[in-house]
């Protein structure tokens, strides 16, 4: 019976690590993120401003782009220089004018465990992403 245990354990063992590599996923590039958001979506007329109800639906993808979704819509802004967006800091955005996201609002970036100032964010135009119709 210990021979028989033994096997099995072996045999299960073999199986987990044959099937270890199909199971691991390789993380996506932010480009890939990004393409994978608006993969059936066109892109609109760039905005310098647009309407934020709330900045929960704001998302980091990393070194890429900061997006907003709204509705059917998907807002994409690349910033000045999206290598330095990372998707472990927490956007700290101080505006200029209403309830909307603009070009010229400041945004700074904080560490997400230790709270420190950790760059700032130069916003560009917002591109909206929708479906065809």
């Not at 994409?76 to 505006?95: F, H």
């Amino acid at each position: 019976m210990r021979k028989f245990l033994g096997t099995l354990a072996i045999a299960a063992s073999a199986v987990a690590l044959a099937t270890a590599p199909a199971i691991a996923r390789e993380r996506l590039t932010g480009e890939q993120q990004l393409a994978k958001l608006i993969e059936g979506r066109t892109a609109g007329t760039p905005r310098s401003c647009i309407r934020t109800d709330s900045s929960s639906s704001l998302t980091i993808i990393d070194k890429t782009a900061i997006v907003y979704r709204s509705g059917g819509k998907v807002w994409v802004n690349r910033t000045a220089d999206p290598s330095s967006i990372d998707d472990n800091d927490i956007l700290v955005i101080k505006k200029f004018g209403g309830s909307g996201l603009c070009r010229s609002d400041t945004v700074t970036l904080a560490d997400r465990s230790t709270g420190m100032f950790s760059g700032v964010v130069f916003l560009t135009d917002f591109v909206p992403y929708e479906k065809a119709s």
